[in-house]
């Protein structure tokens, strides 16, 4: 599959800021390519206009051109400030490596914290445009990782969305020492709100159909262990919530118990991506709200690590990840399993007219592009 890019490897500087001045713009790896990101992240070093560059780097892998360009981004004399987690299992000694090329060409290396691993998904632009200085940041759903992105499916976010930017630089401002900021616009960030704040869009949809209002939720993640996550959804469910869980891993939560979690489904899919992205879609009343980010729903991700999701908040993308994203997923019987109450897979009762989703989303986004052709 030759995967699109959103713009050009060397696309110039002027035309992705100014299509992001007027509006976010959304990528999907695998079916969309990571150069897109790469992309962004060159126009960044290349821009005069650009004088500061900050990321997150977890899993950055071994052959990363994304360091090239950070350091030629310092040898151009832009601030460079990168966050590298070296508690990154498996990767640690890849992570020092880069860590030590970094700090010998000037760049500001941040390790983190001991008690706190690093895992969300930013990188942060500042510009100087004709009316200001200005941030552009990319908040993603997966890796920095060129190689991971060809077989994980993930989702990034392009904005320049103003509470969106101001947060995403409160995050790098606690991560460098600079602030101890842990309220945020927008931006959901744990340890400090993350929790708080999906466990009250949880009750808005258990009070809303409490109250008779139609009440949905649709959560994809890649692990689903944290108890007072899974009790709050049993008693939205109680409440008489339709609750869509599609976790690709572990899952504690039990579906379908009498009087418990009758009206919770779950499901995975493994296929030949690896199922990768976190998305949080709540229906709110016909307000439907969503988000993307780093966070699954284990205790580890909500209170020990430095996890961020950002609100979807342009509409078409919105509707894109719900309708098409999600509903692929939902509507999978090829290659879906159905968690039953005692713990157990089973295959879904399978239409032969129904592609599996990846099928489907390959099928889509190659559409897309001819037609952007």
């Given at each position: 599959?030759?995967?699109?890019?959103?713009?050009?490897?060397?696309?110039?500087?002027?035309?992705?800021?100014?299509?992001?001045?007027?509006?976010?713009?959304?990528?999907?790896?695998?079916?969309?390519?990571?150069?897109?990101?790469?992309?962004?992240?060159?126009?960044?070093?290349?821009?005069?206009?650009?004088?500061?560059?900050?990321?997150?780097?977890?899993?950055?892998?071994?052959?990363?051109?994304?360091?090239?360009?950070?350091?030629?981004?310092?040898?151009?004399?832009?601030?460079?400030?990168?966050?590298?987690?070296?508690?990154?299992?498996?990767?640690?000694?890849?992570?020092?490596t880069w860590a030590r090329r970094l700090e010998s060409h000037g760049v500001h290396v941040i390790y983190g914290f001991t008690h706190l691993k690093t895992h969300a998904k930013l990188c942060l632009v500042v510009r100087r445009d004709a009316d200001g200085i200005r941030g552009y940041v990319h908040i993603g759903t997966g890796n920095y990782n060129a190689d991971t992105a060809k077989v994980y499916t993930d989702i990034g976010l392009f904005t320049a969305d103003r509470d969106l930017v101001d947060d995403a630089g409160a995050v790098f401002n606690y991560l460098t020492g600079y602030s101890a900021q842990k309220d945020f616009k927008a931006l959901?960030?744990?340890?400090?709100?993350?929790?708080?704040?999906?466990?009250?869009?949880?009750?808005?949809?258990?009070?809303?159909?409490?109250?008779?209002?139609?009440?949905?939720?649709?959560?994809?993640?890649?692990?689903?262990?944290?108890?007072?996550?899974?009790?709050?959804?049993?008693?939205a469910s109680q409440a008489g919530v339709t609750i869509d869980l599609i976790v690709r891993g572990a899952c504690c939560l039990r579906p379908g118990v009498p009087g418990v979690s009758d009206r919770i489904r779950v499901r995975s899919i493994i296929g030949r991506f690896l199922e990768h992205s976190r998305i949080y879609w709540?229906?709110?009343?016909?307000?439907?709200?969503?988000?993307?980010?780093?966070?699954?729903?284990?205790?580890?991700?909500?209170?020990?690590?430095?996890?961020?999701?950002?609100?979807?908040?342009?509409?078409?993308?919105?509707?894109?990840?719900?309708?098409?994203?999600l509903q692929a997923c939902l509507e999978d019987t090829d290659r879906a399993r159905m968690l039953t109450r005692d713990g157990g897979y089973v295959r879904v009762e399978r239409r032969s007219s129904t592609p599996s989703a990846q099928d489907a989303l390959i099928a889509h986004y190659e559409a897309a592009d001819t037609d952007r052709r």
């Open positions: 599959m030759q995967a699109p890019s959103v713009w050009r490897p060397h696309e110039d500087p002027e035309v992705i800021f100014e299509q992001l001045r007027f509006g976010d713009v959304v990528v999907h790896h695998p079916y969309e390519s990571f150069a897109t990101v790469e992309a962004f992240v060159r126009a960044a070093v290349r821009d005069p206009h650009v004088v500061a560059i900050k990321m997150t780097l977890y899993r950055i892998g071994a052959n990363s051109p994304l360091i090239d360009l950070l350091l030629q981004a310092a040898e151009n004399g832009k601030q460079i400030a990168v966050v590298l987690e070296l508690q990154a299992r498996f990767d640690e000694r890849t992570n020092i959901l960030v744990a340890p400090f709100q993350l929790r708080a704040r999906l466990t009250q869009l949880i009750e808005t949809e258990a009070a809303n159909a409490a109250a008779g209002t139609p009440a949905r939720i649709v959560l994809k993640v890649n692990s689903l262990t944290d108890d007072q996550v899974i009790r709050a959804l049993y008693r709540f229906l709110n009343g016909g307000a439907d709200q969503m988000f993307i980010g780093s966070a699954d729903l284990m205790e580890r991700n909500l209170d020990r690590r430095v996890e961020v999701l950002t609100p979807v908040r342009d509409r078409a993308i919105l509707a894109h990840v719900r309708d098409v994203v």
